[in-house]
């Protein structure tokens, strides 16, 4: 009877948000995102001067052209990568070329235990990060679980980057400076009708690669609300972007006729993701920014995201499940302090 009575709860409550939903869309931001699309991103030409920017998967798409930027305007790296081979790889070619130190730490941003580890490598830097790119990512055709038994692609594409925020708030915190920028999508619109926080496994629903993926980027987009408020008056900022219709390797985990149709189809209308690397630069250097936070960017422009990335009931509800899923409890230390525990 308790689960018959909750599961009417739940219809109740997913009625309740797409009628709410539903009358908060406008033309007026649809229009707004097309025309975005087909703008370029703002160019910053100072340069970055031996500052920390640490980076997630930057050892191929959007990642590793962010990094080479970041390298060309004098920025020191630390990446965050899952291969050993290509990260050496990728620090011997940045440091050859840019002359500027480029770091790496291995890491499964599939796996949780993985992700904290690095979050508490990364507290422990005496240097500052003066700004942290959550770049990492993936896309499936078809639902897979993690080793702990949660849907890959909402670990990776949203729980990683809330792992290592939530862990590094103390640092940031005390730096009293910093940019953290996340890499979402316009493809957060595929969860139109919002976050199904009782089945963020996807075991009551027939998984799609597209909802699946917009799910866990309306999560990112969910969770920067709530970070936002833990930063406000801190120097730190948060923000999210569209890095642009661009080419990446996202997408090689599935199967043979995905990669092909990606390759001989979608790859062939996108573009370099080059102007995602001078997006980043933007957000990540320039003062135009400097105090704005909490918002979504198509590139380097504001746009007002769907109606459920703006629901703040459900963010704390996220934020809650996102703690537990995470193995994290929030301990108030005398300065204020969030600290994270067993």
């Not at 933007?282 to 703006?310: C, D, H």
Request: charge should be positive; hydrophobic fraction near 40%.
């Amino acid at each position: 009877m308790r689960a018959a009575a909750n599961g009417k709860y739940q219809m109740v409550k997913k009625n309740r948000k797409f009628f709410k939903y539903f009358k908060e869309y406008q033309w007026s931001n649809i229009s707004a995102m097309i025309k975005n699309s087909r703008l370029g991103p703002k160019i910053h030409t100072a340069d970055f001067n031996n500052k920390l920017v640490v980076i997630t998967g930057a050892t191929s798409g959007i990642g590793y052209h962010a990094a080479r930027k970041f390298a060309a305007h004098k920025a020191n790296l630390l990446c965050i990568n899952r291969n050993l081979n290509k990260s050496e790889a990728l620090r011997r070619e940045i440091e050859n070329e840019f002359g500027v130190k480029c770091d790496f730490k291995i890491a499964d941003l599939s796996a949780v235990e993985d992700i904290r580890r690095v979050a508490d490598e990364l507290l422990e830097l005496a240097t500052p990060i003066d700004v942290l790119i959550h770049n990492a990512g993936v896309y499936l055709t078809k639902r897979e679980l993690t080793a702990a038994g949660l849907e890959k692609v909402f670990v990776i594409q949203y729980l990683a980057s809330f792992i290592l925020n939530y862990i590094l708030l103390k640092k940031l915190k005390a730096q009293g400076k910093g940019r953290i920028i996340m890499v979402n999508s316009e493809g957060h619109r595929f969860a139109a009708w919002g976050l199904r926080l009782d089945d963020l496994n996807w075991q009551t629903r027939r998984y799609s690669g597209l909802k699946s993926y917009g799910s866990a980027k309306l999560a990112q987009l969910l969770s920067m609300i709530v970070f936002n408020e833990h930063l406000q008056n801190t120097g730190v900022t948060i923000n999210s972007m569209h890095p642009g219709a661009v080419k990446t390797d996202t997408g090689q985990e599935n199967g043979p006729v995905y990669r092909w149709f990606k390759r001989n189809f979608i790859d062939k209308t996108l573009k370099s993701p080059e102007i995602s690397a001078e997006a980043l630069y933007y957000l990540g250097v320039s003062k135009e920014v400097e105090a704005i936070s909490g918002k979504f960017f198509n590139l380097t422009r504001e746009e007002v995201p769907a109606p459920p990335a703006l629901d703040r009931e459900v963010a704390f509800e996220l934020w809650q499940k996102s703690l537990a899923l995470s193995g994290l409890h929030v301990q108030k230390t005398a300065n204020g302090f969030a600290k994270s525990g067993n």
